[in-house]
């Protein structure tokens, strides 16, 4: 994943979904997002092992002088990474020296869905469920897999999409000014 979408995803929910999250530490806190992608530049492991977030967060709750949020946020911010990695990360190094590759899409079709709806509804046997098809899969691959990955991701389709959301929302508060007071829409 790239920076805007490691960085983006966590937060945003972080706001949107704990209303009550003291924002001004979610803010200084969310560059924790990015810090696992220095391995960028020392081998792309260490720093996106599941083990790295127990140990950065108890750093980082001794030197908040024990602030339990500190340490929470710190915790969140870390795993999202190595949650938006789940596509390449070698999740147990250096317990584990394989780099896991977790895969998930599943896909349907208007006949596959009304042949589903006939099963359920016993009126058919659902025959054409094969026609959803599904190319999910965890691969491992060895370690020095990584070695040849010498490119990372800077703007990906997901990250393109999030920034063109983005834009609608600040549109939308542009021009949702005044409107929403005024009784319109409601
Ligand atoms: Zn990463």
Sequence with gaps: MEPLVHYAIPVLFMLALNPDADRKKVLRYSPLTLLPDLDFFLGH???????????????????????????????????SHIILDLGWVAILYPLGNFI??????????????????????????????????SDSKP???????????????????????????YLMTLLYRRFSRGVEGSGIGT
């Design 45 to 79: 492991a260490l720093l996106h092992s599941v083990f790295m977030p127990i140990g950065i967060s108890s750093l980082v709750y001794q030197y908040s002088r024990k602030d339990r949020t500190a340490w929470m946020l710190s915790m969140f911010f870390l795993y």
């Design 100 to 133: 896991l590759s977790l895969q998930v899409n599943i896909y349907t079709s208007p006949k596959a869905l009304s042949n589903i709806i006939k099963a359920m509804t016993g009126g058919g046997p659902g025959e054409g469920l094969e026609i959803i098809n």
């Design 139 to 165: 691969v491992l691959y060895p370690l020095e897999a990584m070695g040849k990955s010498e490119i990372s991701p800077l703007l990906t389709q997901v990250g393109l999409m999030l920034a063109l959301l």
